[in-house]
């Protein structure tokens, strides 16, 4: 009897032993460490705050810049970009006030965070590009639609022009009046957020890498998005250069 007592004692010893083991799994020490969370700098003020006037922005008018989106006979999504347009300040918001197609250089940076106080309510098309250096980088791009909404897609770029397989839509949202807008790079993943609303989340951007932060408006068949911005700020981690 006690023998009998003693292998069910040890067959639920054995039994409690290999549950824990399925559930606590040893570190080894070759394996890699957590990766430290980015820790970002303060706020550098593009538009808005201390800075009052263009002409005291670092924020810069590109009006010789081109690029072609991955379809570029599409009267709506982005297609061939040619920025003839100019940029000023009308009523307190910097907004384009010439051209079909317009840009702005907002910045150069690998991790970022960017902020932006807009409207982009009214018919037409415009991106943002991130990590664009030599023709190659990441973009967004959003048009609103008469009947069919208002389509955001994500892009990789290369040779100044959309790569149509990485080309897709993630969301649909329709801006309405003034809104901020957030633009976060880490580690290579990127995250978009207007108000309250997510539309895309640690995004994984293969071979992605520090470049220009570029926003713009492009032509369709309704003209270009009326964007207006009323304020902007940039941030990068505290380790960059």
């Known amino acids: 009897m006690q023998n009998l007592f003693c292998r069910q004692r040890l067959i639920q010893l054995l039994l409690l032993l290999a549950v ?26 593009l538009l808005g705050g201390p800075v009052k006037s263009l002409q005291k922005s670092p924020i810069k008018l590109l009006d010789q810049f081109e690029i072609t989106g991955a379809f570029p006979k599409d009267s709506y999504l982005l297609n061939e970009v040619v920025c003839d347009g100019e940029w000023g300040m009308v009523k307190g918001a910097l907004q384009q006030t010439s051209g079909r197609s317009a840009a702005l250089h907002l910045g150069t940076a690998q991790d970022f965070e960017l902020e932006l106080g807009i409207n982009a309510e009214g018919h037409g098309g415009w991106f943002m590009l991130f990590g664009f250096q030599n023709g190659h980088g990441y973009g967004i791009y959003n048009v609103n639609l008469k009947t069919s909404g208002s389509p955001w897609h994500i892009s990789e770029f290369r040779g100044n022009a959309g790569i149509e397989t990485t080309d897709r839509e993630f969301a649909r949202y329709i801006c309405r009046g003034n809104e901020s807008l957030t633009v976060r790079v880490v580690d290579s993943h990127f995250t978009l957020q207007i108000a309250r ?45």
Not at 25 to 45: E, I, L, M, N, Q
Not at 204 to 231: C, F, M, Q, R
């Open 20 to 45: 824990f083991q399925s559930v606590v799994t040893p570190s080894r020490a070759d394996d890699p460490a957590p990766a430290a969370p980015v820790k970002f700098g303060p706020w550098k003020y």
């Open 197 to 241: 609303r997510v539309l895309i989340e640690n995004e994984e951007l293969p071979a992605y890498s520090e470049g220009d932060i570029i926003l713009g408006v492009y032509d369709t068949n309704y003209g270009p998005k009326p964007v207006k911005i009323y304020g902007a700020r940039l941030r990068t981690p505290l380790n960059a250069p």
